[in-house]
């Protein structure tokens, strides 16, 4: 099965505005380079989606929405304005940006009734498993306190990596399951995808190097 690098700009100064598409225009260049049959996916503001999505040929997802319709719904960001702005998905629920469990329910539902992926960010196997009764496309493990750290989640809790994926496959075997959380080097994705993980989600380690191609490079390396 194909795997899957997600790569987040989140807020950073270098990964927003106009720096969002010069990022992304490396990112697509290093993954090209690497000829990697990984899917390098990337992560944007909603305020970036069309610029980003409009010039790269990397697939953009969304950083969060909202699960109203389209209408008279002030300041929202609703599935069919993603789409419109070229999103091919967006996350939900980051632990930058968490919402209601209610909240998430009618988002989930929203999105299928529009064919739109979603990766739901989980902060504990508990809620893992919470979400893969709600069958999104993708769900994100990533323990908030690793997160922008130098200690990946794989090398500082295999346990709970392990038991997010066995636990998680055994309710919902078709949603691909991401790690993240302060992964910086190739040995960090190597054990992710030895774990039985489908892909990786990565923020600083490729938004804050000072290299961002070669972080790539060297990261894409680690599903080799
Ligand atoms: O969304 C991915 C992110 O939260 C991980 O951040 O900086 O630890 O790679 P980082």
Redesign the pocket.
């Given at each position: 099965m194909g795997k899957f690098f997600?790569?987040?700009f989140?807020s950073y100064p270098e990964a927003t505005g106009k720096n969002a598409l010069s990022l992304a225009k490396k990112i697509e260049s290093a993954a090209a380079a690497k000829k990697s049959p990984v899917q390098t996916v990337l992560?944007v503001s909603a305020l970036d989606v069309l610029r980003v999505s409009s010039q790269v040929s990397l697939k953009v997802f969304g950083q969060h929405f909202d699960p109203n319709t389209a209408g008279a719904f002030t300041g929202s960001v609703g599935v069919e304005s993603l789409l419109s702005a070229g999103a091919k998905g967006s996350?939900l629920n980051?632990?930058?940006k968490k919402v209601s469990d209610e909240f998430i329910k009618k988002a989930v539902l929203r999105a299928k009734e529009l064919g739109f992926p979603v990766m739901l960010?989980a902060e504990s196997v508990e809620r893992g498993i919470f979400f893969a009764e709600l069958k999104p496309d993708f769900i994100?493990f990533?323990l908030?306190e690793?997160?922008?750290?130098t200690v990946?989640v794989s090398t500082a809790r295999p346990d709970l990596v392990k038991g997010f994926i066995e636990k998680v496959q055994e309710k919902n075997s078709s949603c691909k399951l991401i790690v993240?959380?302060?992964?910086?080097t190739p040995l960090d994705v190597k054990k992710s995808i030895e774990f039985g993980a489908d892909g990786v989600?990565?923020?600083?380690?490729?938004?804050?190097s000072p290299g961002p191609k070669k972080a790539v490079k060297e990261l894409l390396s680690g599903f080799e």
């Open positions: 997600f790569i987040n989140k992560v996350i980051h632990a930058e960010c994100a990533e908030p690793l997160i922008g750290g990946s993240g959380a302060g992964i910086k989600f990565v923020s600083s380690g490729v938004v804050k």
